[in-house]
Nanobody, 122 residues
């Protein structure tokens, strides 16, 4: 009974902001990294951001660095603050958790949420 549930997705204008949340239940992820990936229609899933198990270290894709901020609240909750949104940020965003040593590799994560749609329009 392990579940990751994303929330906060929706429609936003170019240049706007949105905050995604992910809450995990069923086990404690105190030793797991948590991350956000995204996938646009017809494209491969890509890394967005990750935070270490301690919450002290963060990692970002070049495409979002300086605009997005990942943070962790305890062991089982992670946020993605998205600012200065662009049309190319439109995608389904997935929360993930796992004992990652390579934070940008999807295969390192054991658990995934169902995804939440983010649409950025002009």
């Amino acid at each position: 009974q392990v579940q990751l549930v994303e929330s906060g997705g929706g429609l936003v204008q170019v240049g706007g902001s949105l905050r995604l949340s992910c809450a995990a239940s069923g086990r404690t992820f105190s030793s797991y990294a948590m991350a956000w990936f995204r996938q646009a229609p017809g494209k491969e899933r890509e890394f967005v951001a990750a935070v270490s198990w301690s919450g002290r270290f963060t990692y970002y894709a070049d495409s979002v660095k300086g605009r997005f901020t990942i943070s962790r609240d305890g062991a089982n909750t992670v946020y993605l603050q998205m600012n200065s949104l662009k049309a190319e940020d439109t995608a389904v965003y997935y929360c993930a958790a796992g004992p990652a040593t390579k934070y940008n590799e999807a295969a390192m994560y054991n658990y995934w949420g169902q995804g939440t749609q983010v649409t950025v329009s002009s």
